[in-house]
């Protein structure tokens, strides 16, 4: 019997790991082997699934905005390798002997050829002295905070949209200075345009604003793009960074950043054509809606495999020595301006949600004017769409990644084992609770109780005893088609008032059956009645 037993685990492993693989892909799939072993014996609270990273897409309200308004915010956990208790583990001599190491790196020459991006088309308009796009989009955040203190903080987080995706504090303000071009004359406003200055006095005040609001557009991006070419020429296509890394793990942490830049790059050259034609510009939206479907592809798989990001880059500093080193060389580049690895690679979200802010801007100028300027609301909608669906998308890869963990810890044992990692499955909510069993004769009752859990996903339920980390599963059904919850008259039975009554209208062996179950308090009783009703089905964590 023993031997059946570990043939039937070996099968579910094997169903598990076919799961993971249809549902994440070949490479995120390797990337989760890779670090299989350090996710083994992850402590309870690491399978939390409330906040993480699947709040993560509603907000660029991160640390860099919070320190700003004078709240530390500790970095999130979620998904790291090492514990923070691992991290004091490192002694001051051999950081010591790792500054040593870091001035030997820099006299380090790589033989291996250095591949280099070169980009295809370069702003028009502006030099090569705008700020990085870290620089830009702090400024603007501050603008942001400064217009909001008579509304209130509250409007304005909700105003950038996307709570929680985990950006590195913010840098100083960078004391190295960008090199000049001669050839190109930097405007930062469009009324400072040698084609504009002859219109100045045609055009009215809410004229130029809105003009304004829509070079802005030009300017941000050239910033934005000054910032790609950084990031890709800097570290990405770095022999000495590559040489540290594997495939898969080069591949996690810079992802298809270079497609990212290609595209920048053509919205740049397009809406400088744009200006170029006519320098009262009115087609900002309809350039956006050109770039719509470019933008899809290259944001969604980018922002969607940020979730791995910060979580490679923690655990290559705590166990690859060499990356730590050739990094620390790398972001002191005065290319970098002092900006950190984590700072550029967090640029796609923080340009993608800002693009909605811009054109908001520009649709607010455009009321009451009789200049025409088309398809603004059309789109910040297209926008919205694509930062919605990487919201969708990291959610996905943030329930998947759940459920693989959660697999290692599930033990069906004595019931129908199923698969557990199935495409679109996601948690609704799960928690301890009492199960109440009736017991006595007509003249006495007497109400024993048992310690159950409970899993419940979007499309089944699971019930079992916690033993230490380990689940193991008494009965399960499909949900919500088999799954039915209400109150019950507890005064009759004597029953203590926070139960209610769970029906499982077909178990995991076909049968009906029905359990008392007793919540902590009268919110947690009405929680659950409300989450095992149909109603909550389709509803994301």
């Not at 830049?261 to 053509?266: A, I, P």
């Not at 689940?471 to 139960?499: R, Y």
Request: proline letters at 4%.
């Amino acid at each position: 019997m023993a031997h059946v037993k570990e043939n039937e685990r070996s099968l579910d492993n094997r169903d598990a790991t076919s799961a993971v693989t249809e549902t994440l892909g070949d490479d995120s799939c390797a990337a989760l082997n890779e670090n299989d072993s350090k996710t083994s014996d992850m402590p309870e609270e690491f399978y939390c699934t409330s906040g993480g990273l699947a709040a993560a897409l509603r907000s660029v309200a991160s640390s860099q905005l919070w320190n700003l308004i004078g709240f530390s915010v500790p970095p999130s956990s979620f998904l790291s390798m090492y514990s923070q208790e691992s991290a004091s583990q490192l002694n001051s001599s051999s950081m010591h002997c790792e500054e040593d190491e870091v001035k030997s790196a820099d006299a380090v020459e790589v033989n291996t050829l250095q591949e280099e991006y070169l980009p295809k088309y370069e702003s028009e308009y502006i030099n090569v002295s705008v700020p990085l796009y870290q620089e830009y989009w702090m400024n603007s955040v501050r603008k942001d905070l400064h217009r909001a203190k008579q509304k209130g903080l509250s409007e304005l987080v909700a105003s950038i949209h996307l709570p929680g995706l985990k950006t590195p504090p913010p840098s100083g303000p960078s004391s190295a200075s960008s090199p000049s071009d001669q050839q190109v004359k930097s405007y930062a406003l469009w009324q400072e345009l040698p084609q504009a200055k002859d219109l100045l006095n045609s055009l009215t005040a809410r004229e130029i604003q809105l003009q304004e609001a829509m070079f802005e557009l030009i300017v941000s991006e050239a910033s934005y793009q000054k910032s790609l070419v950084v990031a890709v020429n800097v570290f990405q296509c770095s022999a000495e960074l590559k040489q540290t890394l594997s495939r898969v793990e080069h591949h996690a942490l810079f992802s298809n950043l270079k497609e990212v830049c290609r595209v920048s790059e053509r919205f740049l050259q397009d809406l400088e054509s744009h200006l170029k034609q006519d320098v009262v510009m009115s087609q900002a939206g309809d350039i956006v809606l050109n770039h719509q479907k470019s933008f899809q592809q290259v944001y969604v798989p980018y922002i969607t495999n940020m979730m791995y990001q910060e979580a490679l880059i923690t655990r290559l500093l705590y166990s690859n020595k060499k990356f730590a080193l050739i990094l620390k060389k790398l972001e002191k580049d005065p290319l970098c301006q002092r900006q950190t690895l984590k700072s550029f690679l967090i640029l796609p979200f923080q340009r993608i949600t800002r693009m909605t802010l811009l054109l908001e801007n520009i649709l607010k100028r455009v009321g009451g004017l009789c200049l025409n300027v088309s398809h603004v609301k059309e789109a910040i909608e297209a926008v919205r769409k694509i930062v919605t669906e990487c919201d969708r998308n990291v959610q996905q890869m943030k329930s998947t990644e759940f459920l693989v963990c959660l697999h290692k810890f599930v033990d069906f044992r004595s019931v129908k084992s199923i698969p557990l990692i199935t495409r679109g499955r996601h948690m609704l909510q799960e928690g301890p609770l009492k199960q109440l069993i009736l017991g006595g004769n007509h003249k006495v009752s007497v109400v024993s109780r048992k310690d159950v859990y409970i899993h419940l996903f979007n499309d089944l339920l699971l019930l079992s005893l916690k033993s230490g980390q380990r689940f193991i599963v008494q009965d399960h059904a499909l949900f919500p088609a088999n799954v039915h919850a209400e109150g019950i008259k507890t005064e009759i039975f004597g029953l203590p008032p926070d139960s209610f009554l769970l029906h499982l209208t077909k178990n995991h062996n076909k049968s009906s059956t029905s359990i008392i179950l007793a919540a902590r308090t009268r919110l947690e009783k009405e929680t659950w009645i409300k989450r095992l009703s149909s109603d909550s089905k389709n509803e994301m964590p």
